[in-house]
């Protein structure tokens, strides 16, 4: 699971919170990332996951309006053009990648 390295920085709840809305947002990223192979899979399922962790960082722990929040940034982001990925976010860090 994505959030596995973020342990330490956040309570089970919160972790099961967040896994949840990656879970609501999945279905759909996955469907509009077109053919992505494995690699490319695990580096779009990084990048969402990021993008809950950017918006739990603030406070937010409701899974809906963390999907919410994630799937906004991936259309806004065209994350599903996921070739020119970056280097993901670092546990601590809440700035959001683009």
């Given at each position: 699971?994505?959030?596995?390295?973020?342990?330490?920085?956040?309570q089970?709840?919160?972790?099961?919170?967040?896994i949840?809305?990656?879970?609501?947002?999945?279905?759909?990223?996955?469907?509009?990332?077109?053919?992505?192979?494995?690699?490319?899979?695990?580096r779009?399922?990084?990048?969402?996951?990021?993008y809950?962790?950017?918006?739990?960082?603030q406070g937010?722990?409701?899974?809906?309006?963390?999907a919410?929040?994630?799937?906004?940034?991936?259309?806004?982001?065209k994350?599903?053009?996921?070739?020119?990925?970056r280097?993901?976010?670092?546990?601590?860090q809440?700035?959001?990648?683009?």
């Amino acid at each position: 699971m994505p959030f596995s390295r973020f342990k330490t920085q956040y309570q089970p709840e919160q972790l099961a919170k967040m896994i949840e809305a990656f879970e609501l947002v999945w279905p759909q990223a996955s469907s509009a990332s077109g053919g992505l192979d494995e690699n490319g899979m695990e580096r779009l399922r990084t990048r969402l996951a990021n993008y809950i962790v950017a918006c739990a960082s603030q406070g937010e722990f409701d899974p809906e309006k963390l999907a919410a929040f994630a799937i906004r940034a991936f259309a806004d982001s065209k994350l599903y053009n996921i070739v020119a990925d970056r280097a993901p976010l670092e546990a601590g860090q809440s700035k959001i990648p683009t």
